[in-house]
């Protein structure tokens, strides 16, 4: 399916949807071919504890500053 950008936009979550299913999807302007939408497919899952090790965060790391406190409410 071919549709132009100014159709695009009222349509969006129609073309979005189709495209999910498998239907192809191409964007133009002008009746000129400029994008296709496509099904996004992650290259990898997400690897958690990456930095694990790498990072320490200090005890103190959610204690108050006075100082700090002074400068955003005053004494």
Not at 22 to 43: C, R, S, T
Not at 50 to 56: D, E, M, P, R, S
């Amino acid at each position: 399916m071919i549709i132009n950008v100014s159709e695009a936009k009222a349509k969006l979550s129609k073309l979005v949807d189709m495209a999910y299913h498998g239907e192809e999807v191409i964007i133009a302007k002008n009746n000129l071919p400029l994008v296709k939408l496509v099904v996004h497919n992650p290259k990898k899952k997400r690897t958690l504890g990456l930095l694990q090790g790498q990072i320490t965060v200090p005890d103190d790391f959610l204690d108050e500053d006075e100082e700090i406190n002074e400068m955003f409410y005053g004494e």
